[in-house]
């Protein structure tokens, strides 16, 4: 017999959700939750981002300075600023750097190396394993995906 206990507590937490909690996954896990909760809101609530700054609370986050020395991530985000893309810097930005770096960053990497004539064994040495990009984006943004899993847990969106 399996037992499952869910019990909520004040402001509609259940213990269930404790599972995604981000200070309890692994980096991996918490890439993962960080990206797809991203889509998720993407796809099923127009308007998110717009409500997000207001519920999270406003905090500086300087993501240029935040990446500036790291190799991959800083042409990440020079990229983006070359070709128009804002990164404010609040926690919305540094979500949407977040989610862009994740799915990009090595694609950055090799077209960098190429530009530079490095060879394919070289490039393929420099991109970053997944355990290692998501371990840096934890580094550098430790708080996003906590603001995400906050915000969720508000709109009731994770269940």
């Not at 060879?119 to 984006?137: C, M, Q, S, Y």
Request: net charge positive.
């Amino acid at each position: 017999m399996e037992f499952c206990l869910v019990m909520r507590i004040e402001y509609g937490f259940y213990f269930k959700q404790l599972e995604w909690h981000p200070l309890l996954l692994s980096y991996e896990e918490e890439a993962k939750l960080t990206t797809h909760a991203y889509i998720h809101l993407e796809i099923e609530c127009k308007g998110w981002k717009k409500d997000y700054e207001k519920v999270i609370p406003r905090r500086n986050v300087d993501i240029g300075k935040t990446v500036e020395k790291a190799f991959g991530f800083s042409h990440v985000y020079k990229f983006g600023v070359k070709f128009g893309v804002v990164y404010h810097p609040n926690p919305l930005g540094a979500l949407v750097f977040y989610k862009y770096a994740h799915g990009h960053v090595n694609d950055h990497i090799e077209k960098h190396q190429k530009m530079n004539g490095v060879g394919p064994k070289r490039i393929k040495d420099a991109l970053l394993i997944p355990e290692k990009k998501e371990k840096e984006l934890a580094h550098f943004f430790p708080e996003v995906p906590l603001e995400l899993f906050n915000y969720m847990l508000i709109k009731g969106t994770l269940t």
